[in-house]
T-cell receptor
Framework: GAVVSQHPSRVICKSGTSVKIECRSL??????MFWYRQFPKKSLMLMAT?????????EQGVEKDKFLINHASLTLSTLTVTSAHPEDSSFYIC???????????FGPGTRLTVT | DAKTTQPNSMESNEEEPVHLPCNHS???????IHWYRQLPSQGPEYVIH???SNVNNRMASLAIAEDRKSSTLILHRATLRDAAVYYC???????????????FGQGTTLQVKP
């Protein structure tokens, strides 16, 4: 299957700082990537849909100025958590779509801890 | 948008078949039925998807009811590595605010006993 990577896998940052998470499709081009957040023992929550070369579409309740998404190429999307607070601590997961309507391939996730 | 209902948890013995049910009585004609699974501390993994006909791949089989109001994911021989949370998701192909998106529910936690 297609491979999606995320970097870093784990990050600890101080409150008030910004953190960038990268999502790469390694062996295919993805016009659409998705960002999810998952709290402990909860299901995944879709945050935003990222389309190459255009602005991301955010789900209701997700602050676009806090979670900056850039999809500059067909293989890379980045999520920047700005002015992070402890409540932003979570497992962030990206996915990439192998063509419109096809299955999504997920990255391994990034564990963010804000102290 | 249509929702799915799955049991919270199921148990299986190793090397036995597992049938994971999913109800989706309000499914629309353009909704694909997708199954993903998630092992602890990992991203979800695609398992299988279908529209109307039953589907088979190397991981599992998907049996879809004739009226499409329910489906069953079949793992033919469970292994310990199959222990995971299994998500049944309806993915609209078009005509919905959730077109193309995967909206995850709570899923079924499958335990496999040796």
């Amino acid at each position: 299957g297609a491979v999606v990577s995320q970097h870093p896998s784990r990050v600890i940052c101080k409150s008030g700082t910004s953190v960038k998470i990268e999502c790469r499709s390694l062996d295919f081009q993805a016009t659409t990537m998705f960002w999810y957040r998952q709290f402990p023992k909860k299901s995944l929550m879709l945050m935003a849909t990222s389309n190459e070369g255009s602005k991301a579409t955010y789900e209701q309740g997700v602050e676009k100025d806090k979670f900056l998404i850039n999809h500059a190429s067909l293989t890379l999307s980045t999520l920047t958590v700005t002015s992070a607070h402890p409540e932003d601590s979570s497992f962030y997961i990206c996915s990439a779509e192998l063509g419109v309507g096809n299955e999504q391939y997920f990255g391994p996730g990034t564990r963010l801890t804000v102290t | 948008d249509a929702k799915t209902t799955q049991p919270n948890s199921m148990e299986s013995n190793e090397e036995e078949p597992v049938h994971l049910p999913c109800n989706h009585s309000t499914i629309s004609g353009t909704d694909y039925i997708h199954w993903y699974r998630q092992l602890p501390s990992q991203g979800p993994e695609y398992v299988i998807h279908g529209l109307t006909s039953n589907v088979n791949n190397r991981m599992a089989s998907l049996a879809i009811a004739e009226d499409r109001k329910s489906s069953t994911l079949i793992l033919h021989r469970a292994t310990l590595r199959d222990a995971a949370v299994y998500y049944c998701i309806l993915r609209p192909l078009h005509g919905s605010s959730n077109t193309g998106k995967l909206i995850f529910g709570q899923g079924t936690t499958l335990q496999v006993k040796p």
